[in-house]
């Protein structure tokens, strides 16, 4: 029989994509190639997560509407508020808001990791030969081990070029999960939003026992956190689909925001203070 559900978590999966193009100053990079960093306190952008997950029993829509804040900028990370509403069939659910300390190596509330240089390399997008400085992190877990390799550039944005990202088991050689991020274009079309003739296209590839999760994202410099839009789609291991996420922007600022918008997440919050 197949299964599936909505995640609890998806003020911590919107996290993870907004700080995935992040770096660490032991890599070489500082708060200017981080796609938080370069803001100052008071950034801020409001996302609309659509999900479909498909099973046996029907289909089950939701909508997640994410309001994340730049509230600190350190010496080795950023901190970032998270208030999340989200309307789950006809029932509306509002969670605490929630803080997150992402550090520039791109992980959040994370160890230091043991950083391996692995030299000089290259990736090619669109034809273009693009120089790389080649990183391999390994972060500690409770159970197992987590290694990510960086290929990275100091020039062209959205700067972390390539990453591969295995996890594994305690005392495991083989990964339990595996993940591919590549950037596949520097100038693709963005019509989402007038204001991005263009953004650089980023594809990611998750497989795991569960199946196969591939994501497409755009993403600009011009927004804090990086990310403009995106489409995910998880099939099982026989090819079916399981669910289905779309994002999208629907509103940045450089400064602190107390707007009236009346979206799902401001609705439910206008309510609360009554």
Known sequence: MRSSRVSAGTAFLMAALLCAV?????????????????YDPGAWILVRVR?????????????????????????????????????????????????????????????????TDLGEGQVVIENRQIRCRIRKLEFPRSVGRKVVTVYYSDSVEPYILRQETALYAENGETPTSETTMEVVSLE???RIWRNFRAASRVKSVRKDASGTTTTWTWMSSLVPGGVICYTSQQVDNEGRLVSYRELQLLEYGLQQSSSGRSGLFWRMRSRRGR
């Open 188 to 190: 693709a079309p963005c």
């Open 22 to 38: 992040a770096g660490a100053d032991d890599l070489g990079l500082t708060r200017q190639h981080d796609p938080w960093g370069r």
């Open 51 to 115: 999900i479909q997950a498909f099973s046996d029993a029907g289909t089950q829509e939701s909508v997640t509407e994410t309001k994340t804040t730049l509230t600190e900028v350190g010496e080795e990370g950023v901190t970032l508020k998270m208030e999340v509403g989200a309307k789950i069939g006809d029932k509306e659910i509002e969670t605490a808001p929630q803080t997150v300390n992402k550090r520039f190596h791109g992980e959040m509330n994370a160890d230091t990791p043991q950083i």
